[in-house]
Nanobody, 125 residues
Framework: QVHLVESGGALVQAGDSLTLSCVAS????????MGWFRQAPGLEREFVAA????????RYGASVKGRFTITRDNIKDTLYLQMNNLKPEDTAVYYC??????????????????WGQGTQVTVSS
């Protein structure tokens, strides 16, 4: 199991950009897919983006496609989420997730085995 720590959440204004990071540890040199999910109060956890190992396959949720970009640095074991043109509806706790596997990818939260503690993103109008 890999340990994940997210950072980068902040209070921003609509139209701003923000980059989230997720550092993975405890599974050095392991191959694992990673993803971002988010959860707003009273709502279910929503898929944001996912990337396979080593990074060939990428998926985005419909609500963020074209505005968010997921990338990974396999040397630093770090996952990123570049978020542009943020909207108030992007307000949520953002979670990083991982699962062992090469070239595997999913948009289903229950298929990921490791989760971070989350980082809050708040977008004001």
């Amino acid at each position: 199991q890999v340990h994940l720590v997210e950072s980068g959440g902040a209070l921003v204004q609509a139209g701003d950009s923000l980059t989230l990071s997720c550092v993975a540890s405890g599974a050095a040199h392991s191959q694992f897919a990673m993803g971002w999910f988010r959860q707003a109060p009273g709502l279910e956890r929503e898929f944001v983006a996912a990337i396979s190992w080593p990074g060939v396959n990428i998926r985005y949720g419909a609500s963020v496609k074209g505005r968010f970009t997921i990338t990974r640095d396999n040397i630093k074991d770090t996952l990123y989420l570049q978020m542009n043109n943020l909207k108030p509806e992007d307000t949520a706790v953002y979670y990083c997730a991982a699962r062992p596997g090469s070239h595997w990818i999913s948009n289903i939260a229950s298929e990921f085995s490791s989760w971070g503690q989350g980082t809050q993103v708040t977008v004001s109008s």
